[in-house]
Nanobody, 117 residues
Framework: QVQLVESGGGLVLPGGSLRLSCVAS????????MGWYRQAPGNQRELVAS???????NYADSVKGRFTISRDNAKNTVYLQMNSLKPEDTAVYYC???????????WGRGTQVTVSS
């Protein structure tokens, strides 16, 4: 069974940084565009960043210039570096294969990010 396990979340002050990691149970991520999503209480899950197979990143306007997505296919891992964090970045963060996002079975447990003073 394919698994994606997110880690690296926590409580951070406004303006702080966190680096999230997403480790896949197999070597499949090298074949796919990967995405980082987030879901805040009462909101729908939203895509905040994606990275193509070639390593090209795309970002939601709300995080552009502050977040950086990267991948290490040899380690089956996708990263999200988050800088200049704001309280509105507070959410549970998930990673997934972009093309799998409609399948509820494809989602991991996510990692909680809380930005608060």
């Amino acid at each position: 069974q394919v698994q994606l396990v997110e880690s690296g979340g926590g409580l951070v002050l406004p303006g702080g940084s966190l680096r999230l990691s997403c480790v896949a149970s197999g070597s499949f991520i090298s074949f796919h565009t990967m995405g980082w999503y987030r879901q805040a209480p009462g909101n729908q899950r939203e895509l905040v960043a994606s990275i193509s197979r070639a390593g090209s990143g795309n970002y939601a306007d709300s995080v552009k210039g502050r977040f950086t997505i990267s991948r290490d296919n040899a380690k089956n891992t996708v990263y999200l570096q988050m800088n200049s964090l704001k309280p509105e970045d507070t959410a549970v963060y998930y990673c997934n294969v972009i093309n799998w996002s409609a399948d509820p079975r494809s989602w991991g447990r996510g990692t909680q990010v809380t930005v608060s003073s």
